[in-house]
């Protein structure tokens, strides 16, 4: 992997001298600390920084570092005209190398409508899992890509003959199955019809083709993360600030991850979902000091960081709040090595901590 490359003048032509300075350059604007172990994960040293900038939402979800290409895959928030299905997001990747962005080319954007999470693909430095959200009539899907021969297959669009909601965001457990949420944001963002489903998290053996329903009952689904042991799962509930989901709009549950149980019978969804593993005991982890935790990750250490409207809010495995990098909205955020870069909207924004990214499948 390269280093952090700074921003240069290059990299952003369209960007200003004031546009392209450090977003911080204070240890005490950076972060705040709620427990004294917050100081084992940040490096007072080391400011956030600003690695790309746009004038538009051109950062906000799917991030997934590529080793190959030394390059982070993200997408855009939805552009466009956002109060009909004339929307689209803008699929990209950020060269850690050199600073630049570039636009994937538009006969894959065509296959993708509406991408939204992303996870690397098992084995491979090149390919990722891309949940795209669907639009009008065309269904959402889960993908495979790779961007080394720039083509994409289907791997799910259905779930008992229907179509998904709009799947949200994916992680790989370690048995290589795909989990992902499916919460109802298209519909309520004007580029989906109502919602065939419920709000759910779903598992997906593409070995297999089985697929479950782990856990329901959600406001917003949205992010999730495994432990480093994948013996417990992490799911943020968005919510919707204009409904009454309090405390779920500002709130991470955990679950313990079960064996399948071999005496339970097929959910219908394909395969055999019996030989899925199962969630249990669901219980609040943590509620965020900030409103909607989107994104999240785990280090290697079992610590769980969530991107809320403030920057990013760190919970020790227990659930203790440890402290906060302080740098705005953070939508998504990824891992590469010890760097920690945070998808902000109309910037990508980049923190060397000490610690570093738990291992994936």
């Known amino acids: 992997m390269a280093a952090l490359a700074p921003l240069g003048s290059d990299a952003f032509p369209n960007a200003s001298r004031d546009q392209q300075k450090t977003f911080s350059n204070k240890y005490s604007d950076s972060y705040e600390v709620a427990d004294a172990a917050f100081n084992s994960i940040i490096d007072p040293s080391q400011p956030v920084r600003v690695v790309g900038e746009r004038d538009y939402a051109f950062a906000h979800e799917a991030p997934v570092y590529l080793e190959k290409l030394d390059k982070l895959f993200f997408v855009s928030n939805r552009l466009g005209d956002t109060d009909s299905d004339k929307q689209y997001v803008q699929l990209q990747t950020l060269d850690l190398a050199c600073g630049a962005v570039e636009h994937l080319p538009q006969h894959l954007a ?13 084995g491979s430095d090149d390919s990722f899992v891309l949940l795209t959200q669907g639009i009008g009539q065309i269904a959402p899907a889960i993908h495979r890509v790779n961007l080394s021969s720039m083509s994409s297959e289907v791997l799910l669009d259905s779930f008992q003959g229907r179509q998904f909601n709009s799947p949200n965001d994916v992680v790989l457990y370690c048995d ?9 944001y298209g519909y309520k963002q004007n580029f989906r019809p109502p919602p065939e489903q419920g ?12 697929v479950a329903v782990l856990a329901k009952d959600f406001a917003m689904c949205n992010g999730l993360a495994f432990s480093p042991d994948f013996k ?17 709009a500002e709130t991470i549950y955990s679950f313990d991850v079960a064996a399948p149980d071999s005496s339970s019978s097929s959910n219908g969804g394909g395969g055999d979902s ?47 709040r440890l402290g906060s990098i302080r740098c705005g909205r953070v939508t998504n955020l990824a891992f590469v090595g010890s760097t920690l870069y945070c998808l902000s909207e109309k910037r990508i924004q980049a923190v060397q901590l000490k610690a570093t990214g738990a291992k994936l499948p």
Do not use: C
Not at 110 to 122: R, V, Y
């Open 274 to 320: 019996s030989s899925m593993p199962r969630l249990q005991n669901r219980r609040v982890f943590a509620v965020t000091q900030s409103i909607k935790p989107d994104g999240i990750k785990v280090d290697s250490n079992g610590n769980v960081y969530t991107g809320t409207h403030d920057g990013v809010e760190v919970f020790a495995p227990s659930g203790s």
């Open 110 to 122: 065509k296959q993708l409508p509406m991408p939204n999470g992303a996870t690397n693909w098992p």
């Open 176 to 184: 290589g199955s795909i989990w992902f949420t499916d919460p109802p």
């Open 232 to 248: 417990t799962l992490y799911v943020t509930d968005t919510g919707e600030e204009s409904e009454n989901t309090q405390p779920r």
């Open 199 to 210: 709000a759910r998290v779903y598992a997906f053996n593409p070995a297999t083709g089985a």
